[in-house]
């Protein structure tokens, strides 16, 4: 029986995006399966990992793609001013208001609304915007009048928004509404058999953007790439290419072009170079759950969190590597203690 950790898998492509990783190729796949419905989608995952691609392409591949695609950040507009750019308002509601403005909601009518950073939407709006999912129907400030809005909602968080309804943050009725399906994409550490087709891509993109021959990574830049960890994750990874491809005067990607965090990757990474691409990430994975796990004390859901793994994947990581997660709870109390 082949392990699933170390099994390769045929690359995947939903709306031109493509992975091999058998997390992020469920994820597409999912994605495919739900695009042409009403349902409303629940992204989490780091920041950089393409959550808003991924709701792009699922938009792109519904019988909506005809109609607006409507991004909006819960975190970067002000807490006064969101329930207006949500619902809109009529002239002459609040001081300022000149003219009549049409909120998201009817902006979006037909389309899709997609929501980041949705953890940071205020509860009192969070009230009114279910009502919104469950009925169609919206007040635009300074009127009564009910209108009624066809949206498909896709939201997305870099949190664990779980975590914010068992903390109150989040009212619990709402993260039901939105998390009918619930989409979790690794981060790029995590999917790393994926960097060499992100790499190729990238280079071609800013190749041609900026007018250059097409350019190959040295052995070196190439080592340097697969083993840094990207925090970033692609948003990471895009700018570094990008900024390689800007400073690269030859037909070839030296070290030398990538930022200097890099530099320290190979002294500080001391494991056998003999070691396969899967052999090293399942060295990586064991030393890492079993961190992540002696942090929580041994608890599973609470290292899943950490790790930005939903529960399931995690607790079939543990059994995969045959990792007991009960020794590591004596050790977090006994430290404890």
């Known amino acids: 029986m082949v392990d699933p950790v170390q099994r390769v ?165 709402l993260y039901y509404r939105l998390n009918v399906v619930y989409l979790h994409l690794p981060s790029l ?25 097409p350019l190959k990574l040295n052995k070196s830049t190439e080592t340097l790439l697969m083993e840094y960890n990207y925090p970033g994750n692609i948003r990471e990874l895009e700018n570094i290419i990008q900024r390689a491809v800007l400073l690269c005067e030859t037909d070839e990607v030296l070290p030398e072009h990538l930022p200097c965090e890099f530099y320290n990757v190979g002294e500080a990474d001391q494991r056998p170079t003999s070691l396969t691409f899967s052999e090293a990430r399942e060295q990586f994975e064991r030393v890492y759950f079993e961190k992540v796990l002696s942090e929580s004390k041994g608890v599973i859901r609470g290292a899943a969190r950490r790790a930005g793994l939903d529960y399931k994947n995690f607790y079939m990581k543990l059994k995969c590597y045959g990792i007991n997660p009960y020794g590591f709870k004596e050790k977090g109390e006994s430290k404890s203690g």
């Open 189 to 213: 550490r995590e999917r790393k058999e994926d960097l060499p087709s992100l790499i190729e891509r990238f280079l071609y993109q800013f190749c041609e953007q900026f007018n250059k021959n």
């Open 9 to 173: 898998s045929l690359p995947y492509c939903f709306n031109g995006i493509i992975g091999r990783n058998l997390q992020f190729l469920d994820v597409l796949k999912n994605a495919s399966r739900i695009a042409d419905t009403r349902a409303t989608v629940l992204i989490e995952g780091e920041s950089g990992t393409g959550k808003e691609l991924i709701a792009r392409a699922i938009h792109d591949a519904s019988s909506r793609a005809g109609k607006p695609l409507i991004c909006i950040n819960c975190g970067a507009v002000p807490e006064n001013l969101l329930e207006s750019e949500f619902f809109g308002y009529e002239k002459g509601a609040f001081t300022g208001a000149s003219k009549s403005y049409k909120g998201k909601f009817e902006a979006a009518d037909g389309g899709t609304l997609f929501l980041d950073e949705v953890d940071e939407m205020p509860l009192c709006l969070q009230v009114k915007f279910l009502r919104v999912l469950q009925r169609g129907e919206i007040t635009p400030l300074g009127t009564h009048e009910i209108r009624h809005s066809d949206v498909r909602v896709i939201a997305a968080t870099n949190r664990n928004l779980k975590l914010f309804v068992d903390e109150g943050r989040f009212r619990h009725d």
